[in-house]
């Protein structure tokens, strides 16, 4: 068994920073790349970042230079630090990973989600 857990969300002003944390548990052999997507009410679930396991990294273009993802692979964890935030940074963020459980058996896990909410 697998499980993601995202924590680090919150309430947070126009301009102002948080940062969350997605940690892999379980029964893990190795978590291969690693992202961060978010759903704002009434739209699509969109990808805000991703991060290999050699640490190769990839924004959404709305995010692009404000946001930094990053990893610690001897913790399978990996972090999103979030800066300038708007309110169209408002939505459920969730985490997103490729994790082996043995060196054959690999599948895509999520966690529950983190609400995160920017006020104008």
């Known amino acids: 068994q697998v499980q993601l857990v995202e924590s680090g969300g919150g309430l947070v002003q126009t301009g102002g920073s948080l940062s969350l944390t997605c940690a892999v548990s379980?029964?893990?052999?190795?978590?291969?790349?690693m992202y961060w997507y978010r759903q704002a009410p009434g739209k699509e679930r969109e990808l805000v970042a991703g991060?290999?396991?050699?640490?190769?990294?990839n924004y959404g273009v709305s995010v692009n230079g404000r946001f930094t993802i990053s990893r610690n692979n001897a913790k399978n964890t990996a972090y999103l630090q979030m800066n300038n935030l708007n309110p169209e940074d408002t939505g459920v963020y969730y985490c997103?990973?490729?994790?082996?459980?043995?060196?054959?058996?690999?599948?895509?896990?999520w966690g529950q989600g983190t609400q995160v909410t920017v006020s104008s």
């Open positions: 379980g029964s893990v052999s190795s978590v291969r790349s």
């Open positions: 991060i290999t396991a050699g640490g190769q990294t």
């Open positions: 997103n990973a490729n994790v082996y459980t043995s060196y054959w058996n690999g599948d895509n896990y």
